[in-house]
């Protein structure tokens, strides 16, 4: 079973800065998931990646498979960029193992 | 398309009473899971289906069961529910690895 951890837990940051949150993983991985969670609100999935990097908007996510990390990065955050980030490994037939996710305000 | 859908969206139970959690999905992915998500442990995977007929456990499945008798409904039923498993409940449905989540219900238990 893979062991997916985060960090940090939890992270403050001011409307602007670049935000990157981390993500180590135990054994090799099938596909590596970032996943955005609002408070009260449900999940939706952010990015599903292998290898690489990709983008979309604001958001980057990276991989390395050599080094079991991936990392989350978000340019110019605003407030509505707070959420809970969470990473996961897996996804096919038999479900996901996620980390604990970060908790990310971003103050105006 | 509603993609995946959960009902209730709120519960609250009695220990020792028991209720089904709905789920279905439009989308004809074979993949469906259930989840618990609890303050300090995250996401745990409770029960998972690769496909009509066939289910399996997770990590975190006593006190739950499941069955998928069509590609589209994934229930979860608490048979006597109990106050550990006042959580918050996602069911999943994938294609491929590409996840999509329903809204969630929130249970709790007295």
């Not at chain 2, 789920?23 to 996401?43: F, T």
Request: glycine share 12%.
């Amino acid at each position: 079973k893979n062991e997916v951890e985060q960090s940090p837990q939890n992270l403050t940051a001011q409307e602007g800065e670049f935000i990157t949150i981390n993500c180590s993983y135990s054994v090799g991985i099938s596909a590596l998931h970032w996943l955005q969670q609002h408070p009260g609100g449900g999940i939706v999935s952010l990015f599903m990646l292998s290898s690489g990097k990709k983008k979309h908007g604001r958001l980057i996510a990276t991989i390395n498979i050599q080094e079991k990390h991936s990392s989350l990065h978000i340019t110019a955050s605003h407030p509505r960029d707070s959420a809970v980030y969470i990473c996961a490994d897996g996804g096919g037939a038999d479900g996901l193992t996620f980390g604990k996710g970060t908790h990310l305000i971003i103050q105006p | 398309n509603a993609g995946v859908t959960q009902t209730p969206k709120f519960q609250v139970l009695k220990t020792g009473q028991s209720m089904t959690l709905q789920c279905a999905q439009d989308m004809n992915h074979e993949y469906m899971s259930w989840y618990r998500q609890d303050p300090g442990m995250g996401l745990r995977l409770i029960h998972y289906s690769v496909g009509a007929g066939i289910t399996d456990q997770g990590e975190v499945p006593n006190g739950y069961n499941v069955s998928r008798s069509t590609t589209e409904d994934f229930p979860l039923r608490l048979l006597s529910a109990a106050p550990s498993q006042t959580s918050v409940y996602f069911c999943a449905s994938s294609y491929g690895y590409e996840q999509f989540f329903g809204p969630g219900t929130r249970l709790t238990v007295l």
